[in-house]
Nanobody
């Protein structure tokens, strides 16, 4: 199983970015998918998560109202649309997923390698 983020880059404050996270490999079902971020010298911070159905989403206080998480189960991919970006959003963004590799298997938790988002003022 591989979890791979993409879409990071350098933007100016007020602009938007959309990050993608694709799960590949042998998977039975990908359940909760989440985004976290980590800025230099800071702890990893929760950004957003989404249930398998997409019907339940949660957001960190610092991104509420500006970021929107979504998913496409046919592509085994989750997205986070980031609007009104601020310099304090600068961080490495990581994708996290709870995955069953088979119907009878237990959940395992997987992390991606991260993608850098830099917001200039």
């Amino acid at each position: 199983v591989q979890v791979a983020e993409s879409g990071g880059g350098l933007v100016q404050a007020g602009e938007s970015l959309r990050l993608s996270c694709a799960v590949s490999g042998i998977t039975y079902r990908t359940f909760v998918m989440s985004w976290f971020r980590q800025a230099p010298g800071k702890d990893r911070e929760f950004v957003a998560c989404i249930s398998w159905s997409g019907g339940v989403t949660e957001y960190g206080d610092s991104v509420l109202g500006r970021f929107t998480i979504s998913r496409d189960n046919a592509k085994n991919t989750t997205y986070v649309q980031m609007n009104s970006l601020k310099p304090e959003d600068t961080a490495v963004y990581y994708c996290n997923a709870d995955i069953k590799t088979a119907r009878w298997a237990s959940f395992n938790n997987y992390w991606g390698q991260g993608t850098q988002v830099t917001v200039s003022s």
